[in-house]
């Protein structure tokens, strides 16, 4: 039996009302699903862990890029060593925000195509992220993350999306908040050390850890990340004039902003961030969702589970 993780939150409360539809669309063939209701943040993860250890390793989400990544986390060791079994499969119906882990993984959009993919897709094996962060006592957190981690300016913008603008939708709410944060942005000194031998120290807006291509609702942060290559790409976005990150701002939607000079893009699996005046001066975003602050560490866990994807037809 599968477990359907349901964020009836999602969709701006929409969920509460479809996920009925959506769970009797699913089991029209036959199959039986054990449906577990979240009721608050960090609820999937426990949810998840638990239908896990009651033997289900098929998991289906509704909700959005936050619930996904807490979903991943449930399927993680609570210090990030590994999967909880090698069979883990996830299946994604979007109910969300931002949609962008489904995006990169070309899952449709619409409610009927996702439940075809949940119940007849291929199976894809991705890499996924562990971060380690420090949260408001000082103590060191391990959360697994499955699209995108940032640190810097990404968790202001995430704030203001989660109030008033979230009700313009999905692309126009991140794209307002990021342009207003952007008005007001401020120099971020950041010394970033990759395993690979990076040492730097540099003033940046925003830093993306990205597992696949997009964040923000669209934005194509990561225009060459794959979901399977065991390694992320970290776009560094550099600091600088308000005027100038104004122009360059409208260049994520096409990955073209990867060519400009105040954008710089590693390949690492792992990337430490801290801040240089203060260590805990900059927040972390998980997978859209403000968690904590600088010291952060990210890793990746190479093709940790699998996740259903359209099949390849011809």
Same mark, same amino acid.
């Given at each position: 039996?599968?477990?359907?993780?349901?964020?009836?939150?999602?969709?701006?409360?929409?969920?509460?009302?479809?996920?009925? $539809? %959506?769970?009797?669309?699913?089991?029209?063939?036959?199959?039986?699903?054990?449906?577990?209701?979240?009721?608050?943040?960090?609820?999937?993860?426990?949810?998840?862990?638990?239908? %896990?250890?009651?033997?289900? $390793?098929?998991? *289906? *989400?509704?909700?959005?890029?936050?619930?996904?990544?807490?979903?991943?986390?449930?399927?993680?060791?609570?210090? =990030?060593?590994?999967?909880?079994?090698?069979?883990?499969?996830?299946?994604? !119906?979007?109910?969300? @925000?931002?949609?962008?882990?489904?995006?990169?993984?070309? !899952?449709?959009?619409?409610?009927? #195509?996702?439940?075809?993919?949940?119940?007849?897709?291929?199976?894809?094996?991705?890499?996924?992220?562990?971060?380690?962060?420090?949260?408001?006592? =000082?103590?060191? *957190? &391990?959360?697994?993350?499955?699209?995108?981690?940032?640190?810097?300016?990404?968790?202001?913008?995430?704030?203001?999306? @989660?109030?008033?603008?979230?009700?313009? #939708?999905?692309?126009?709410?991140?794209? &307002?908040?990021?342009? +207003?944060?952007?008005?007001?942005?401020?120099?971020?000194?950041?010394?970033?050390?990759?395993?690979?031998?990076?040492?730097? @120290? &540099?003033?940046?807006?925003? !830093?993306?850890?990205?597992?696949?291509?997009?964040? +923000? =609702?669209?934005?194509?942060?990561?225009?060459?990340?794959?979901?399977?290559?065991?390694?992320?790409?970290?776009?560094?976005?550099?600091?600088?004039?308000?005027?100038?990150?104004?122009?360059?701002?409208?260049?994520?939607?096409?990955?073209?902003?990867?060519?400009?000079?105040?954008?710089? &893009?590693?390949?690492?699996?792992?990337?430490? !961030?801290?801040?240089?005046?203060?260590?805990?001066?900059?927040?972390?975003?998980?997978? +859209?969702?403000?968690?904590?602050?600088?010291?952060?560490?990210?890793?990746?866990?190479?093709?940790? %589970? =699998?996740?259903?994807?359209?099949? *390849?037809?011809?």
């Amino acid at each position: 039996m599968r477990a359907v993780i349901v964020n009836p939150a999602s969709a701006s409360g929409r969920t509460e009302q479809r996920w009925r $539809r %959506i769970v009797a669309s699913l089991s029209a063939g036959g199959e039986e699903f054990d449906v577990l209701l979240t009721t608050g943040p960090g609820h999937a993860i426990e949810l998840t862990r638990a239908a %896990i250890e009651g033997g289900a $390793r098929g998991l *289906v *989400v509704l909700g959005g890029d936050g619930t996904v990544g807490e979903v991943v986390a449930g399927c993680l060791y609570p210090d =990030g060593s590994g999967p909880l079994a090698d069979d883990l499969e996830l299946s994604i !119906i979007h109910q969300g @925000t931002g949609g962008d882990f489904a995006r990169g993984l070309d !899952i449709p959009k619409d409610e009927a #195509g996702a439940v075809e993919v949940a119940r007849s897709g291929a199976t894809r094996r991705v890499d996924v992220g562990v971060a380690r962060y420090t949260d408001a006592t =000082g103590a060191t *957190v &391990v959360r697994g993350f499955a699209n995108c981690a940032n640190v810097g300016m990404a968790a202001e913008v995430v704030q203001q999306v @989660t109030g008033r603008l979230k009700r313009l #939708g999905n692309s126009a709410g991140f794209a &307002v908040a990021t342009v +207003g944060c952007l008005t007001r942005n401020r120099a971020r000194p950041v010394r970033i050390r990759t395993g690979e031998g990076m040492d730097t @120290t &540099v003033g940046v807006v925003d !830093i993306a850890v990205s597992n696949t291509r997009y964040m +923000g =609702g669209g934005m194509l942060v990561a225009p060459d990340a794959q979901l399977d290559d065991g390694l992320f790409d970290v776009v560094v976005i550099g600091a600088a004039a308000r005027m100038r990150l104004l122009r360059t701002f409208p260049k994520i939607y096409s990955g073209k902003h990867v060519t400009d000079s105040l954008v710089r &893009v590693e390949r690492t699996a792992s990337i430490t !961030i801290e801040g240089v005046d203060d260590p805990r001066a900059e927040g972390v975003v998980l997978d +859209g969702e403000p968690l904590g602050t600088t010291p952060a560490t990210f890793a990746v866990l190479p093709s940790a %589970i =699998g996740v259903r994807v359209p099949a *390849v037809t011809g």
